[in-house]
């Protein structure tokens, strides 16, 4: 189970710390993604980290603005967030790829993710 909390209302130029916790012992052979919806607007993805923490990727509208990490031992993803936009408001989704136990993917695509977390609310004010 997914558990996606740190969204609220900031002003343009601010930032927000997300996190996504998991519950169970298999965190780490997951590799944990973020995504997010805008109203009337399919799910996009945002960005990814793979399963040992070792590579990330992101969408190139959030590249050197956002930042995914995590922390296996805390069974829980952050996504550090600067600079935001208006066009950044979204319900933000954690989701997990895996259970993996030799390689690691980095998947960007929804449809490879296999858990999703209900979501949290980002909403920037211009």
């Known amino acids: 189970q997914l558990q996606a909390s740190g969204g609220g209302l900031v002003q343009a130029g601010g930032s927000l710390r997300l996190s996504c916790s998991a519950s169970?012992?298999?965190?780490?052979?997951?590799?944990m993604g973020w995504f997010r919806q805008a109203p009337g607007k399919e799910r996009e993805f945002v960005a990814v980290?793979?399963?040992?923490?070792?590579?990330?990727y992101y969408a190139d509208s959030v590249k050197g603005r956002f930042t995914v990490s995590r922390d296996n031992a805390k069974n829980t993803m952050y996504l550090q967030m600067i600079s935001l936009k208006p066009e950044d408001t979204a319900v933000y989704y954690c989701?997990?790829?895996?259970?993996?136990?030799?390689?690691?993917?980095?998947?960007?695509?929804?449809?490879?993710?296999?858990?999703w977390g209900q979501g949290t609310q980002v909403t920037v004010s211009s």
């Open positions: 169970g012992r298999t965190f780490s052979t997951y590799d």
């Open positions: 980290i793979t399963r040992s923490g070792a590579r990330t």
């Open positions: 989701a997990a790829d895996g259970p993996y136990y030799l390689r690691e993917y980095g998947h960007t695509r929804a449809r490879e993710y296999d858990y």
